[in-house]
């Protein structure tokens, strides 16, 4: 009985009072940057498959003009993703970088990553940029994308960390 009441004063109690330490938003954040990490990476290396794993069924995009695409189907994320790599491909692009990378956990299972992505030709010259905004949402303990947002680089949100009383506040700007 002793154990009980002693995991329940040390570990649950804190949590349901909001005490509990913060390194779970932490490593929710690490990880959900490493996630884009690899997407990216696997974005321009891996086979359709590949990439389909890193995407939530469904699966939406926005375009600049407001226009939304819904992806809904396994069958219909691989289409969507073999059109991208074709037409990247006869543009001359070779891989891709960020060039800014904001990732925010906003719960231990939801985050959001906004991007300004470099088109890289095969001698590493810039192509193109894009600004990219993904909200992430973590599923059977892997994250995923749920929503790509395409947007003029300019627009690209980053986050400021200011301490304040040894705490922190993140400014989404």
Same mark, same amino acid.
Not at 71 to 93: D, L, N, Q
Not at 104 to 118: N, P, Q, Y
């Given at each position: ?18 005490? =509990? ?44 003009? /407001? ?24 543009? /001359? ?38 600004? =990219? ?41």
């Amino acid at each position: 009985m002793r154990v009980v009441c002693r995991y329940l004063f040390v570990l649950v109690l804190p949590m349901l009072l909001g005490l =509990a330490p913060q390194s779970a938003k932490a490593d929710s954040h690490g990880d959900a940057t490493a996630f884009m990490e690899e997407y990216l990476s696997t974005f321009d290396t891996g086979h359709a498959g590949d990439i389909m794993a890193l995407y939530n069924d469904p699966f939406f995009m926005i375009a600049p003009s /407001g226009d939304v695409r819904a992806f809904e189907t396994k069958k219909g994320i691989r289409k969507a993703i073999r059109g991208w790599k074709f037409y990247m491909k006869k543009g /001359g692009v070779v891989s891709s970088r960020y060039g800014e990378l904001n990732v925010r956990a906003l719960s231990d299972d939801t985050a959001i990553a906004s991007a300004v992505v470099e088109r890289l030709d095969e001698v590493g010259k810039l192509l193109t940029k894009i600004g =990219a905004t993904y909200n992430l949402r973590r599923e059977s303990g892997k994250w995923k994308i749920f929503i790509i947002q395409l947007h003029d680089v300019d627009t690209n949100f980053s986050c400021l960390v200011i301490s304040h009383d040894n705490t922190k506040r993140y400014i989404i700007v």
